[in-house]
């Protein structure tokens, strides 16, 4: 759209000035921290932002034009079978629920690795400064750094924690240290290797690649280095979700208008778009626990079951929506804005 939106918004520039912010005014990282912060205006952004991009994926899965016959066992099947599933594990909560739990929470960082890996290759197709599949494996292990960092904290039963006894990783031991060490060995991989993609693109295609790219890598990377273990859940989601609906929305747009017959501006597409993903959100989070508490289910496990079935579901919906092959939408999409000016 504009390079000032790009950055700011999609590469995660807005998420870094925050975060500065934080750090530079005295008191404000306490007042704003994920326990004095999450009981008031948190669920506010979060319902606005995180929220409203899981129900976005879901949105651009049955608008997005051929997707109902490309994909009919996600379009179809899935919602159906996550019901079933859901169902089950609530009625089963004391058995199953802690180990969905970590599942989801162990994975949504490497959510976030895979989305800020696929801006950055995106982003090179838009530049017109097309990558090796070479320079895409130095990115893609360069994204994933941060996803390995978080596996091997291992915070609140989640990454390596699931499958050690509790008092392995205790403070002071052994295994602990080791951890420790091979986590920063992880940031200072992550560092290297956006550095080595950076020389090689240049050296290989005689120009830099654009510094959207690395940006959206090491803005990943810095929302679960820099800031405490909650407060980097609480806020990567944010951004997170502001970074998706932003990039979920110019794709839905440039579908919209160019299919024959459409009379609406790009304006209208935006604000439908969101608008309905919002709605979706609302049901999804709010209305849908509240159904399984007036069928009987408990209140706790109707809340946890319900967002980790959510994020579950997006994860997998996203792995196929966001796909580039030859023939996808998307492809033609990046492919078409290849000539526009770039910083």
């Given at each position: 759209m504009h390079p000032l939106f790009d950055y700011l918004l999609i590469g995660g520039g807005l998420s870094l000035a925050f975060m500065a912010l934080l750090f530079a005014v005295p008191g404000l990282k306490q007042t704003l921290s994920a326990e004095a912060f999450m009981a008031s205006?948190?669920?506010f952004f979060i319902l606005l932002s995180n929220n409203t991009h899981f129900a976005a994926s879901t949105v651009r899965l049955y608008t997005k034009p051929g997707s109902s016959k490309a994909l009919p066992f996600l379009t179809l099947l899935l919602p159906l079978i996550m019901v079933?599933?859901?169902?089950?594990?609530?009625?089963?909560?004391?058995?199953?629920g802690?180990?969905?739990q970590a599942v989801y929470l162990s994975w949504s960082p490497f959510h976030y690795a895979a989305q800020a890996y696929g801006l950055g290759v995106l982003y090179c197709y838009r530049s017109g400064c097309p990558i090796s599949s070479g320079h895409k494996r130095i990115l893609w292990w360069a994204a994933l750094m941060p996803f390995l960092h978080n596996m091997l904290a291992g915070e609140s039963?989640?990454?390596?924690?699931?499958?050690?006894?509790l008092g392995w990783l205790a403070e002071g031991t052994t295994l602990a240290t080791v951890i420790g060490v091979l986590q920063y060995l992880a940031i200072g991989l992550s560092v290297g290797l956006l550095a080595w993609f950076i020389v090689a693109v240049r050296k290989d295609r005689q120009r830099f690649a654009p510094w959207i790219t690395p940006l959206a890598i090491a803005t990943n990377g810095i929302w679960w280095l820099v800031l405490p273990p909650?407060?980097?859940?609480?806020?990567?989601?944010?951004?997170?979700?502001?970074?998706y609906l932003a990039i979920v929305v110019i794709?839905?747009?440039k579908d919209q208008v160019q299919l024959p017959g459409n009379?609406?501006?790009?304006?209208?597409?935006v604000v439908w778009f969101y608008a309905v993903s919002l709605a979706a959100a609302y049901g999804l989070f709010s209305c849908l626990p509240n159904f399984y508490m007036l069928v009987g289910f408990g209140e706790v496990e109707s809340m946890l079951l319900?967002?980790?079935?959510?994020?579950?579901?997006?994860?997998?919906v996203d792995a196929y929506i966001w796909r580039f092959g030859d023939k996808d939408r998307n492809r033609r999409i990046a492919q078409e804005t290849a000539s526009a000016p770039t910083a």
């Amino acid at each position: 759209m504009h390079p000032l939106f790009d950055y700011l918004l999609i590469g995660g520039g807005l998420s870094l000035a925050f975060m500065a912010l934080l750090f530079a005014v005295p008191g404000l990282k306490q007042t704003l921290s994920a326990e004095a912060f999450m009981a008031s205006t948190v669920p506010f952004f979060i319902l606005l932002s995180n929220n409203t991009h899981f129900a976005a994926s879901t949105v651009r899965l049955y608008t997005k034009p051929g997707s109902s016959k490309a994909l009919p066992f996600l379009t179809l099947l899935l919602p159906l079978i996550m019901v079933v599933l859901l169902t089950a594990s609530i009625s089963q909560a004391d058995r199953v629920g802690p180990f969905i739990q970590a599942v989801y929470l162990s994975w949504s960082p490497f959510h976030y690795a895979a989305q800020a890996y696929g801006l950055g290759v995106l982003y090179c197709y838009r530049s017109g400064c097309p990558i090796s599949s070479g320079h895409k494996r130095i990115l893609w292990w360069a994204a994933l750094m941060p996803f390995l960092h978080n596996m091997l904290a291992g915070e609140s039963g989640t990454g390596v924690s699931i499958f050690l006894p509790l008092g392995w990783l205790a403070e002071g031991t052994t295994l602990a240290t080791v951890i420790g060490v091979l986590q920063y060995l992880a940031i200072g991989l992550s560092v290297g290797l956006l550095a080595w993609f950076i020389v090689a693109v240049r050296k290989d295609r005689q120009r830099f690649a654009p510094w959207i790219t690395p940006l959206a890598i090491a803005t990943n990377g810095i929302w679960w280095l820099v800031l405490p273990p909650l407060d980097a859940f609480i806020w990567a989601t944010i951004f997170h979700g502001i970074q998706y609906l932003a990039i979920v929305v110019i794709f839905h747009v440039k579908d919209q208008v160019q299919l024959p017959g459409n009379r609406h501006s790009r304006a209208y597409h935006v604000v439908w778009f969101y608008a309905v993903s919002l709605a979706a959100a609302y049901g999804l989070f709010s209305c849908l626990p509240n159904f399984y508490m007036l069928v009987g289910f408990g209140e706790v496990e109707s809340m946890l079951l319900v967002v980790a079935a959510i994020n579950l579901h997006h994860f997998i919906v996203d792995a196929y929506i966001w796909r580039f092959g030859d023939k996808d939408r998307n492809r033609r999409i990046a492919q078409e804005t290849a000539s526009a000016p770039t910083a």
